[in-house]
């Protein structure tokens, strides 16, 4: 089994970053895949950054140039660096993993609300 928790939402005017972090319970150097999900009101959840076990990313064309995911194996944590951020962007921002042979994982979700 592996936890992840994620923390870092919250309240940000239009044109604010704010930086999540998923915390795993156990080592994600294994993992195959990590990302970022989002869902906002009505809508499905989205792939919003993906990560590889080798570090090769991947984003959504709505957030290219303003989000970064990155990952750091000694603290077993994800992050997602999002950076001019606009109304559209307000949603539950999720955590997934694919972990090797474990199988896969998503965190409870923070909420990210971009208004002015």
């Known amino acids: 089994q592996v936890q992840l928790v994620e923390s870092g939402g919250g309240l940000v005017q239009p044109g604010g970053s704010l930086r999540l972090s998923c915390a795993a319970s156990?080592?994600?150097?294994?993992?195959?895949?990590m990302a970022w999900y989002r869902q906002a009101p009505g809508k499905e959840r989205e792939l919003v950054a993906g990560?590889?076990?080798?570090?090769?990313?991947n984003y959504a064309d709505s957030v290219k140039g303003r989000f970064t995911i990155s990952k750091d194996h000694a603290k077993n944590t994800m992050y997602l660096q999002m950076n001019s951020l606009k109304p559209e962007d307000t949603a539950v921002y999720y955590c997934?993993?694919?972990?090797?042979?474990?199988?896969?994982?998503w965190g409870q979700g923070t909420l990210v609300t971009v208004s002015e």
């Open positions: 997934h993993a694919n972990m090797y042979g474990l199988g896969e994982y």
């Open positions: 156990r080592s994600i150097f294994s993992a195959n895949v």
């Open positions: 990560i590889t076990r080798l570090t090769s990313t």
